[in-house]
């Protein structure tokens, strides 16, 4: 039995989908533990793109179980629209396969409408977040308001629960923000068709779990976001909602930290980031918008351009920190190849004072200015290669050298978005 963690090391779009993809035939179950639909992974296998907001990204592999946690915030129109094209392929045949917690919290249309309304209310001030209700769902769970999967199942009591909670949101929704209310009869009807159609999904995901590990089965647990948009240990507020460090994994799906046994932190060959917030190896130049290019760089759930920069290994030794990295898998090293040199943020300068550490506050990472290290690039096109010998000099002199600042070994590479794209550089469920 081995149980893996895989989280983003950066600020999301690492290439989670890819890699939690791949090990998934290593994997009996995939477990995702927090987020929303405000997550896209992206999955290309055979030159077919597939792309998860909630289902987890196991699900392409027939014989694999999929656990929805209750650490995550469902969105029940976009969960059953997965649902049924996932159905539509001939991918998910059987309900079985697909577990949704009954203590996971749902977004309902208030969150969606709140979260719109204050983003455009807050102007230039604004968070930039996806527009998806994620940040007013968790609101009310912190609150204990909520409304949860399995209460979609009682209709008596989900009555009373909806309109005790609507007389606060359409005050909100119409007195503040000048937007419509909410109508409390649609949704309630709404809310139990949902009930209906997600029924058969409806699970205890943490003893399916428990299960699980007991009959000594490989566990993959699959984070959404990255670490530098954790609630806690991200750029506040520039963050999203929920926890997205490896140690949320227990709180979001129902384990003890004594079953984990590696982590593995996902980080591009470089850096991305979406929406505002402090980035202090951003290249708003020629070079930025070749990265851009080169990697597709538009996010799967927005569609939005995503901000480009040199890989800055203090960020990715904050990460190392936070979530105990064992293993690293990089992405998209394919996008270097054609740069003369490559660049690495190796410290920052913050008013004049040199340091390796991440800062603290916001203002200071505002103000960080990074120290870069040169290495020569490489031009051989890095699309096919199998094998960690096969690639340029200065590709693996890359890699070690992220190696060397980290302290932690790369276990993949990916050279390409395909599945097979992939070099094994040690087995993770060895």
């Given at each position: 039995?081995?149980?893996?963690?895989?989280?983003?090391?950066?600020?999301?779009?690492?290439?989670?989908?890819?890699?939690?993809?791949?090990?998934?035939?290593?994997?009996?179950l995939v477990a995702r533990f927090q987020g929303g639909n405000n997550a896209g992974h992206t999955l290309v296998v055979e030159?077919?793109?597939?792309?998860?907001?909630?289902?987890?990204?196991?699900?392409?592999?027939?014989g694999s179980i999929n656990l929805i946690g209750p650490g995550v915030v469902v969105d029940p129109a976009i969960l059953l629209g997965e649902i049924r094209k996932l159905e539509a392929r001939g991918i998910l045949k059987d309900p079985s396969r697909l577990r949704v917690s009954g203590r996971a919290h749902v977004i309902l249309p208030w969150h969606t409408a709140l979260d719109a309304a204050r983003e455009e209310r807050a102007g230039k001030g604004k968070i930039g977040?996806?527009?998806?209700?994620?940040?007013?769902?968790?609101?009310?769970?912190?609150?204990?308001?909520?409304?949860?999967v399995a209460d979609l199942r009682q209709t008596d009591e989900l009555r009373g629960k909806l309109e005790r909670i609507a007389e606060q949101k359409n005050v909100e929704l119409t007195k503040v923000h000048d937007w419509q209310p909410i109508d409390v009869d649609?949704?309630?009807?709404?809310?139990?068709?949902?009930?209906?159609?997600?029924?058969?999904?409806?699970?205890?995901t943490s003893r399916v779990l428990d299960r699980a590990l007991r009959a000594g089965k490989n566990v993959l647990f699959e984070g959404a976001q990255g670490t530098f948009l954790d609630i806690d240990h991200g750029t506040y507020p520039f963050v999203t909602s929920s926890n997205c460090v490896a140690g949320a994994v227990c709180t979001g799906s129902g384990?003890?930290?004594?079953?984990?046994?590696?982590?593995?932190?996902?980080?591009?060959?470089?850096?991305?980031?979406?929406?505002?917030?402090?980035?202090?190896?951003?290249?708003?130049?020629?070079?930025?918008?070749?990265?851009?290019?080169?990697?597709a760089e538009f996010g799967a759930t927005t569609g939005r351009p995503r901000r480009c920069g040199?890989?800055?290994?203090?960020?990715?030794?904050?990460?190392?920190?936070?979530n105990g990295l064992?293993?690293?898998?990089?992405?998209k090293l394919d996008i270097l190849s054609g740069f003369d040199e490559l660049k690495i943020c190796?410290?920052?300068?913050?008013?004049?004072k040199i340091t390796e550490d991440f800062p603290m506050t916001l203002a200071e990472a505002e103000r960080a200015k990074p120290i870069y290290e040169t290495l020569p690039g490489w031009s051989e096109d890095l699309r096919g290669m199998t094998s960690i010998d096969q690639l340029p000099a200065n590709a693996r002199r890359y890699i070690e050298r992220i190696e060397a600042l980290t302290e932690v070994p790369a276990a993949l590479l990916s050279v390409g978005p395909g599945r097979e794209e992939t070099i094994i550089v040690r087995e993770l469920f060895g």
């Open positions: 039995m081995a149980t893996v963690v895989a989280v983003g090391a950066q600020w999301g779009d690492e290439g989670k989908g890819k890699i939690v993809d791949w090990l998934g035939p290593r994997a009996d030159g077919e793109t597939t792309i998860l907001h909630v289902v987890p990204s196991g699900i392409l592999h027939d977040t996806t527009g998806r209700g994620i940040g007013p769902c968790y609101e009310d769970k912190v609150a204990r308001r909520g409304i949860r649609a949704l309630y009807a709404q809310c139990v068709e949902w009930g209906r159609q997600l029924e058969p999904y409806m699970d205890h384990v003890g930290p004594t079953k984990i046994d590696r982590v593995i932190g996902i980080t591009k060959a470089y850096t991305t980031r979406v929406g505002s917030g402090p980035f202090p190896t951003e290249l708003e130049d020629e070079v930025g918008e070749e990265l851009r290019r080169a990697g040199w890989l800055d290994a203090v960020l990715l030794r904050e990460a190392v920190t936070v064992t293993d690293l898998a990089i992405n190796t410290a920052y300068d913050i008013d004049g």
